[in-house]
């Protein structure tokens, strides 16, 4: 009875350590600063950059991520006045309208 017990607490045991191994994620990291970056404030003071901010202001005349300025209001006006000043700069001859069909299909249309 105490053998068939001691085989089973050694059972579970092996059966407990074996169950909890993941391949895909090992129990050490092999270069801990690379899992842990050092944290700055955005606004802090620290001496490492020049005025002592983490945070630099952006260049004057940038554009932020995701805006693009465009110069006509979005009202009719500013479309009927986009229509009347705004010309393709390319003329309309077949080698323009084939190259430009040609791009299309590379670069705008879906295929499948």
Not at 37 to 48: A, F, L, N, Q
């Amino acid at each position: 009875m105490k053998k068939s017990l001691n085989i089973t607490i050694a059972l579970v045991a092996a059966f407990s350590l074996v169950s909890c191994f993941n391949d895909n994620k090992p129990n050490y990291q092999f270069m801990p600063n690379m899992y842990e970056p050092v944290g700055y404030e955005t606004y802090g003071e620290y001496d490492i950059f020049e005025n002592e901010q983490e945070a630099k202001l952006p260049a004057e005349g940038s554009i932020p991520r995701g805006w693009t300025p465009y110069e006509y209001d979005n009202t009719t006006e500013g479309l009927n006045l986009a229509k009347a000043e705004l010309k393709n700069p390319l003329d309309i001859t077949e080698d323009n309208i084939s190259e430009g069909e040609a791009l299309y299909t590379i670069y705008c249309a879906r295929s499948g």
